[in-house]
């Protein structure tokens, strides 16, 4: 399941990258490396603008959807019993280390005031 949702994950992107290039910009854009340029003719200027307008957006909202569903349900190495094993790792007993006891004052020895 993980790996469906990643390979539409990656087609939807693909999918956006050529809506977004294919928009005219004032310049002209990348519409007519890809056959954009003339795409006006087929729908008329303003029905293909908001032609892929509309689909900029609806393809960027499932890549937002898709993103996080994915993050969400389907991570692998998601599950609490790694999560259990990580907690018992983290409470493993150190041996405490030998300190030298306390040096107690000389009989002879001055007191700082």
Not at 22 to 38: C, E, H, P
Not at 87 to 112: D, E, F, K, R, Y
Request: zero cysteines; charged letters at 10%.
């Amino acid at each position: 399941m993980y790996t469906f949702f990643v390979s539409i994950e990656v087609l939807v992107s693909v999918l956006l990258i050529i809506v977004i290039l294919m928009q005219n910009s004032k310049g002209g854009g990348l519409a007519g490396t890809f056959g954009g340029g003339n795409i006006g003719t087929v729908f008329g200027v303003r029905r293909t603008a908001d032609f892929l307008t509309r689909s900029t957006t609806i393809l960027a909202t499932t890549f937002v959807v898709l993103a996080l569903l994915i993050n969400i349900f389907f991570l692998p190495g998601k599950g609490a019993s790694s999560k259990e094993s990580v907690i018992q790792n983290g409470q493993a007993t150190v041996p405490a280390s030998q300190l030298p006891p306390p040096s107690q004052p000389q009989p002879g020895s001055a007191q700082p005031k």
